[in-house]
């Protein structure tokens, strides 16, 4: 069995090359589904054991004890997220799926670099190219980011906000499964679309235009955001009813505040790409909508970038949260301007909706539509410069910043930031988006921000919550070190080099270029490695500690233990049953 | 005013000074080159003595019809360097046969989206001589980046 899709260059015509993809296709979703019944076993097993337990206190709905139960407390990561419903489990869920997907996308990135080693596309065909490329961004921006961004807000949230009840545990599973299926069928797609999905290109169903299953993806893509915004949703209920009776609005944690926005955009505005997708799967079988002789394509590229800009907001904007809150943590004082820094987050949901068009500059929709969106552009930067400030600020006025591998992402965080921002201003003159847009340009300036802030403050957090994941494990604290220099290092160089080769005109999304930019590749390429190589270091790390005895106790910094009344520190209420279905261990 | 809430008003004051700067700059640029952006065909806006260049985007084709010639770019081969004449200016109608394409040509500044079923228009000087290279910037599948080429320059004589 072919995986490849290069082996379709090889074949004679498309028909035979349909009835051999479906062939695949049905050979994955046979595995797939032999796994899911494995999986579904293992977990009736244990609930079993889990409901007799609840019977004997005198429950009707094991869920309902469950989450009684471990309401509010610390949790390890252990197969047991997958059982268990609770809020924090949920958490775990999304944080340990996200970051396998960053691991996934990442090696398509890496592999993307290599290829370019050469002007022409002679290390993998172009087709393979235009696959890791669409795979690539969807995967990191709506499993990684967004996956990570309410993994945190499920597990943190209930000890940030001392939830009074934790009820909505079953319907946050299902929305979960529901993202996970869509981003596994985007997988099994192998698109070659790129995340834009723009329409004549999408609706041809050949390898050679933009991949043969593309109706698929368009479905992965449905159900990715459905599970999204029912996640959305009840995360926003939580935030908003659930909270404790003492915390007003006005007290709530900076971060609680960055989910709030984060969910509003999210829920706002995606309805227009989840009809335009609904339209783009009745262009397959009837083309009424974007392609007809009524109409134009640009229709669609409108209703995309009306959710695509919102988007790239929701991945960096739970992190805003988060760097305010690391950062509170390692100056040991409280942040800045509090008020200031929720008013900057705040207008950043209000001007995410009124940006949008600045990604269709140069399409032809005319002088009056640059003008509007051009100065939009430029008002936007104000509500995150009042972010920086007020890291800068806090940082500035501290007594003292203790610099340990957490503390060195968010600074890191907070530099690329800095630097992409303003490559960002640089683009929204019309001026010189005639001649970045489509370039590495912005690559570079959206990867500055991605791997600086989004994989960063990932990275950190996790770093903070490793002995509670671990059950009192300890990091190598040189070996981390280590991860971030080299991402740090990496990252640099490889959007650095992008800026630059953009800056000159070298186009984006190709699977060759000019030999002239060869230098520019070369050393992005190098940069790209090098982040593979940091992320490899960070895998021996967790896995090598990880093996070992534990040595420390499961507190960390975020979830103390007298934020949450209910909570036994040292106890574990599961432990019995759970032993008990483990087999004991 | 607490000093804190200063020190911030400063700086937001110094950033949107910045930014008041480049917005104004900006809108000054737009409306000093509004033949040079991106619009739908409209020959009442063309501007004076300038020659129309018919562009044909196709996968994975750039055509480029001046009056009877025709000058192409692809993958398998190409007509040569597209002839331009220094300080003459030019208005280039894009459309595409089937998906979108993107026009490029960097060191002018030239940008356009070509659309099926839409036909843009956008004007430039080409003010330096020399060999300039031009690239498709919107992913249109498989051979996308073959989609290049060069456009040539010249005190005029020929064409």
Redesign the interface.
């Known amino acids: 069995m072919s995986f490849l899709p290069v082996s379709y260059q090889a074949l004679p015509g498309v028909v035979a090359g349909a009835t051999h993809y479906v062939l695949e296709v049905m050979i994955i979703l046979t595995i797939l589904g032999v796994l899911t019944f494995y999986i579904y076993y293992l977990i009736s097993s244990r609930k079993e054991a889990v409901e007799e337990a609840a019977g004997k206190e005198g429950y009707t709905d094991s869920s309902e004890y469950v989450r009684d139960k471990m309401y509010g407390r610390k949790r390890k990561a252990d197969f047991s997220m997958f059982i268990y419903d609770d809020a924090k489990s949920i958490g775990l869920r999304y944080i340990f799926t996200g970051i396998a997907f960053l691991f996934l996308a990442g090696s398509f990135g890496v592999m993307m670099r290599v290829s370019l080693v050469d002007p022409n596309?002679v290390v993998i065909s172009?087709?393979l190219y235009?696959i890791f490329?669409t795979q690539h961004a969807t995967l990191m921006i709506y499993m990684f980011a967004l996956g990570v961004g309410f993994g945190f807000a499920y597990y943190l949230l209930p000890s940030y906000l001392r939830l009074k009840k934790d009820n909505m545990g079953t319907l946050s599973s299902v929305a979960y499964w529901i993202w996970l299926l869509g981003g596994a069928l985007f997988v099994v797609s192998r698109s070659s679309m790129?995340w834009?999905m723009?329409p004549?290109?999408s609706l041809?169903l050949t390898?050679?235009?933009?991949g043969m299953a593309n109706w698929l993806a368009v479905i992965a893509m449905e159900l990715i955001f459905i599970g999204i915004t029912m996640a959305s949703i009840i995360v926003l209920k939580i935030i908003f009813l659930d909270r404790a009776d003492d915390m007003p609005l006005s007290k709530m944690p900076i971060f609680a505040w960055s989910i709030v926005f984060t969910l509003i955009m999210v829920v706002s505005s995606d309805p227009p790409l989840m009809v335009g997708l609904g339209m783009l799967f009745y262009d397959f079988f009837n083309p009424v909508f974007f392609?007809a002789?009524s109409n134009?394509?640009?229709n669609f590229?409108i209703l995309f970038w009306f959710w695509g800009h919102p988007i790239v907001y929701i991945a960096v904007l739970p992190f805003f949260g988060l760097i305010y809150e690391i950062i509170q943590k390692f100056t040991g004082g409280k942040v800045?301007?509090y008020s200031?820094a929720i008013i900057g987050m705040g207008t950043l949901l209000i001007f995410s909706e009124l940006v949008w068009g600045h990604h269709?500059?140069?399409?032809?929709?005319?002088?009056d539509w640059?003008?509007f969106f051009?100065?939009t552009s430029?008002?936007v930067?104000?509500p995150s410069?009042?972010s920086v400030?007020n890291w800068i600020?806090t940082l500035w006025t501290a007594d003292r910043i203790r610099l340990s591998t957490p503390m060195l992402f968010v600074i890191n965080a907070i530099f690329d930031f800095i630097l992409g921002g303003i490559e960002g201003?640089m683009l929204?003159?019309?001026?010189f988006?005639?001649?970045?847009?489509?370039?590495y340009f912005v690559t570079g300036h959206f990867h500055f921000i991605f791997v600086g802030m989004t994989l960063g403050v990932t990275m950190a957090v996790f770093y903070m919550l490793y002995p509670t994941f671990s059950g009192g494990r300890v990091y190598n604290e040189r070996l981390a070190k280590w991860h971030f220099y080299i991402t740090a290092f990496g990252s640099f160089l490889m959007s650095f080099s992008w800026s630059v080769g953009g800056f000159?005109?070298m186009?984006?999304?190709?699977?060759?270029?000019?030999p002239f930019f060869q230098p520019y590749q070369d050393s992005a390429i190098i940069g790209g490695v090098i982040i593979g190589i940091g992320q490899l270091v960070f895998l021996y790390n967790i896995a090598t500690s990880w093996l070992k005895k534990p040595v420390t106790d499961t507190n960390n910094a975020f979830e103390t233990v007298e934020d949450i009344p209910a909570a036994v520190s040292e106890a574990e209420p599961l432990a019995k049953d759970t032993q008990a279905v483990n087999g004991g261990e | 005013m607490s000093p804190k809430g200063k020190t911030e008003l400063m700086w937001l004051l110094g950033v949107s000074a910045i930014l008041v700067v480049s917005a104004v700059a900006n809108i000054a640029f737009i409306d000093g080159h509004t033949a040079n952006i991106a619009q739908p065909t409209d020959l009442q806006t063309v501007p004076a003595n300038s020659t129309i260049i018919n562009v044909t985007g196709s996968q994975w084709v750039w055509e480029f019809q001046i009056g009877n010639q025709t000058y192409f770019n692809s993958g398998n081969g190409h007509s040569g360097a597209l002839p331009l004449v220094l300080n003459h200016t030019y208005t280039f109608e894009v459309t595409s046969k089937d998906v979108i394409h993107d026009l490029s040509i960097p060191e002018f500044g030239v940008q356009s989206y070509a659309v099926p079923g839409h036909e843009n228009q956008v004007s430039f000087k080409p003010t330096k001589l020399g060999y300039y290279y031009f690239e498709c910037v919107e992913y249109c599948g498989f051979e996308h980046y073959e989609m290049r080429g060069y456009i040539d320059v010249t005190n005029g004589g020929a064409s």
Do not use: C, K
């Not at chain 1, 186009?507 to 000019?514: D, E, I, K, L, S």
């Open positions: 596309p172009p087709v235009d490329l790129r834009y723009y004549p290109l041809q390898p050679y235009g933009a392609t002789s134009t394509v640009l590229a800045y301007s200031s269709l500059l140069n399409s032809g929709l005319g002088v640059v003008l051009t100065t430029f008002v930067v104000i410069a009042i400030f600020a201003v929204a003159n019309d001026s988006n005639e001649i970045a847009h489509g370039t000159l005109g186009p984006r999304a190709v699977a060759g270029y000019f």
